[in-house]
């Protein structure tokens, strides 16, 4: 059985930073495609980041340049390194997968999801 635990999240002040993390187990083979996705109270969930397993990164626009997906293959670990972080950052963030071969960030291609962990930022 597939399951993606989130870990990493908290209250910080804008400016701030933080590291996400992802521990994925139950896969027989490693995800073609893992991606970050956020959700703020009165929103769609949105995707942010998405990295395949040759190492290709994409960002949505909102985070580029300050956010960064990253993934250790030996600890099945996904990331997501948050700096810069300004309020409207403040939201439940997601760690997702899935095996197809191709990847974006639309989240009904996503076949995998963890319960999520909150990020609060003030200003």
């Known amino acids: 059985q597939v399951h993606l635990v989130e870990s990493g999240g908290g209250s910080v002040q804008a400016g701030g930073s933080l590291r996400l993390s992802c521990a994925a187990s139950?896969?027989?083979?490693?995800?073609?495609?893992m991606a970050w996705f956020r959700q703020a109270p009165g929103k769609d969930r949105a995707g942010i980041a998405y990295?395949?397993?040759?190492?290709?990164?994409n960002y949505a626009a909102s985070v580029k340049g300050r956010f960064t997906i990253s993934q250790d293959n030996a600890k099945n670990t996904l990331y997501l390194q948050l700096n810069s972080l300004k309020p409207e950052d403040t939201a439940m963030y997601y760690c997702?997968?899935?095996?197809?071969?191709?990847?974006?960030?639309?989240?009904?291609?996503?076949?995998?999801w963890g319960q999520g962990t909150q990020v609060t930022v003030s200003s």
């Open positions: 997702t997968a899935h095996n197809r071969r191709y990847c974006d960030l639309r989240a009904d291609s996503f076949t995998y």
């Open positions: 139950g896969f027989t083979s490693r995800p073609y495609c």
């Open positions: 990295i395949t397993d040759y190492g290709t990164t």
